[in-house]
């Protein structure tokens, strides 16, 4: 008859080789995903097979733990345990929501990884949106774990979740303003007017776009002064965006004498600001007639900038009329200024004068 001893030795012995076997396995599992991770940091559906290898990694834990849980009949005593816990001592229950906090913490840090794995190789998400999709996503894993954690303190849950309404109501009214702004913000992130960097004006406001958050919007103007615009009034505003598309046209005005040829005047000026350096010559530059002065007909001289900035708009608006000051000059082209003709009529009696007295009219006899 076999010694029960030698028996429990022998059985001990195999579940401690057989959980040595169990870790190692897992083990290195999660050492080849690390490496492969590290091998294919690029290259197409790189987002997936992390999403899956990380997947894969998890079921292959789990799998690990629940393996050992059945290899010393620790399934009983597990249960025993949670029965002697119960939900009606307090203790267990502030337990149990530490244990469904923490799990939370960890799966919003999951998802996180989830959606920059998605979400960074997209241009047409910016970093500010993968910021708000993983906060949203982040509030609603911890709204729901709230309320679990909620339910196990009290039976009543709907009569606390109306209350809940009624209270977000009354704040929801008092902070109308607050949440109009977060709405705003939302709306601006997502529908993209503007980025950081880009050369904006919102209403009467001109200037670089310095930070965009959910209640404000920040802009340095060319005065270098710091303006914090409300959300809610930004999207309410109209708003131009003059470096969107990359470049942009700049028109200067001139005006020629009226016994010059417009056309001749054109023709000089467009091929002049061609040869300039701080502007494209794709689009070509172009010379129109703009309408008749009280002095001068006057043209537009359109030109255009890449990589708009206040710096290359400027520059190239002096460089435009340096050059066509000095090639009219040189032409013989005038630019007039207003002039006015100034005439006078006789008056009968003279004129009056301060003191009273009357002078004779112009071209009167003399005393």
Do not use: C
Not at 159 to 186: D, E, H, K, P
């Amino acid at each position: 008859m076999a010694d029960p001893l030698a028996v429990a030795d022998a059985t001990t012995l195999t579940r401690l080789v057989a959980t040595l076997v169990v870790v190692g396995v897992v083990v290195g599992i999660r050492i080849a995903a690390r490496r492969w991770r590290r091998r294919h940091e690029s290259g197409a559906g790189r987002s997936i097979a992390n999403l899956a290898v990380s997947g894969g990694v998890t079921l292959t834990t789990a799998a690990g733990i629940v393996g050992i849980v059945l290899l010393w009949d620790l399934v009983g005593p597990l249960q025993r345990s949670y029965q002697s816990l119960g939900l009606q001592d307090m203790a267990g229950r502030v337990l149990l929501a530490v244990v469904i906090l923490a799990t939370t913490y960890a799966l919003t840090g999951f998802v996180g990884h989830i959606i920059g794995e998605f979400t960074g190789k997209r241009s047409s998400i910016s970093e500010h949106q993968r910021e708000i999709i993983y906060r949203l996503t982040q509030v609603g894993l911890y709204t729901l774990a709230l309320l679990v954690v909620i339910g196990l303190f009290t039976r009543d849950l709907g009569s606390l979740l109306v209350g809940a309404g009624f209270l977000g109501i009354v704040v929801g009214m008092a902070a109308r303003q607050t949440l109009g702004a977060i709405l705003a913000g939302f709306v601006l992130m997502f529908s993209r007017p503007f980025e950081i960097g880009d050369w904006v004006e919102i209403g009467e406001r001109e200037g670089i776009v310095t930070d965009i958050t959910i209640f404000t919007t920040r802009i340095q103007t060319f005065d270098g002064e710091y303006v914090m615009l409300p959300n809610d009034e930004v999207s309410g505003q109209p708003i131009i965006n003059r470096t969107r598309k990359g470049r942009l046209r700049i028109e200067v005005e001139v005006g020629i004498d009226y016994d010059d040829d417009p056309e001749e005047a054109a023709a000089l000026a467009r091929e002049t600001v061609k040869e300039l350096d701080e502007v494209l010559q794709v689009p070509t530059p172009q010379v129109v007639g703009k309408r008749f002065g009280d002095s001068a007909i006057v043209l537009g001289v359109r030109v255009w900038i890449d990589n708009p900035s206040a710096r290359r708009m400027w520059r190239a608006r002096t460089a435009v009329i340096e050059a066509v000051t000095d090639a009219y000059d040189e032409a013989g082209i005038k630019i007039p200024f207003p002039q006015r003709e100034l005439m006078g009529r006789t008056e009968e009696g003279g004129f009056a004068v301060a003191d009273g007295r009357r002078d004779a009219p112009a071209g009167g006899d003399g005393d």
